[in-house]
């Protein structure tokens, strides 16, 4: 029963079982906590993520033992992680979330150095989810840039 639930919360909630593209389904559970909890004072929502952060890296460090593999697909919590920090300072509004989206999922998709790094680094929990931050900080930067344009 506890495997069950550790698999269940590692992969978003179920929703890294998809038969397709578990990882931007994953991501969609990111989209529905940002849409709860993105309009916090910003450092509540740092307390929150770290939070978040250190249960995604104990998660997929039991899913890899409990699955005998490393970074299994079903794995989709570290695309919250990723997620939330890509939108760290951004408004709860619509374009900020479906842009926050489509950068991070680009990103976590490209796994530009460090991510590749870490997606090579073979660590357990740290490394799967640390090429999803590398990923939420590029597209965080990306949408920053995009914000000082647009403003």
Request: glycine share 10%; net charge neutral; aromatic share 14%.
């Amino acid at each position: 029963m506890k495997e069950r639930i550790i698999l269940w919360l590692a992969s978003g909630l179920g929703l890294g079982l998809a038969p397709v593209a578990p990882g931007t389904f994953g991501t969609l559970l990111g989209v529905g906590i940002y849409y709860l909890i993105g309009s916090i004072s910003v450092w509540i929502y740092l307390l929150v993520l770290a939070g978040i952060f250190v249960l995604a890296v104990w998660l997929s460090n039991q899913a890899e033992q409990i699955l005998l593999t490393r970074d299994p697909q079903l794995v989709t919590i570290d695309e919250v992680v990723g997620y939330l920090i890509t939108m760290l300072s951004f408004p709860v509004q619509g374009k900020w979330i479906f842009l926050g989206f489509l950068f991070f999922r680009i990103f976590d998709i490209a796994k530009i150095y460090p991510a590749s790094y870490f997606d090579r680094m073979g660590k357990r929990g740290l490394a799967v989810v640390m090429d999803d931050v590398v990923a939420g900080i590029y597209a965080n930067l990306s949408l920053q840039v995009i914000r000082l344009i647009i403003s």
